[in-house]
């Protein structure tokens, strides 16, 4: 399983193709143009995908994709 590039493609749909490439470094909400609801949404979209929850006591440490890349990787791969 391929987090990152699964991760692009999130993004890509979310945005309506908007987003067709994504560094570690891209911060989701400056880089990208999300705002808090549609950074939200994108969190809850994840989630299902990945079939986790992630709590809001993180939610504030995502803040680029290599962010949530990690945390995915350690959550979805143990």
């Given amino acids: 399983m391929n987090i990152q590039k699964d991760l692009l493609e999130i993004l890509s749909d979310y945005t309506d193709g908007k987003v067709t ?4 470094d891209d911060v989701l909400t400056a880089d990208f143009g999300l705002n ?3 950074l939200f949404d ?3 979209i994840i989630e299902e ?4 929850s992630i709590p809001d006591r993180v939610l504030p440490t995502l803040v680029t994709v290599g962010d949530l890349v990690a945390y995915l990787e350690k959550e979805v791969n143990g």
């Fill in 36 to 38: 808090s609801f549609e």
């Fill in 21 to 24: 490439t994504a560094k570690a």
């Fill in 49 to 52: 995908k990945y079939d986790i």
């Fill in 42 to 44: 994108l969190v809850c």
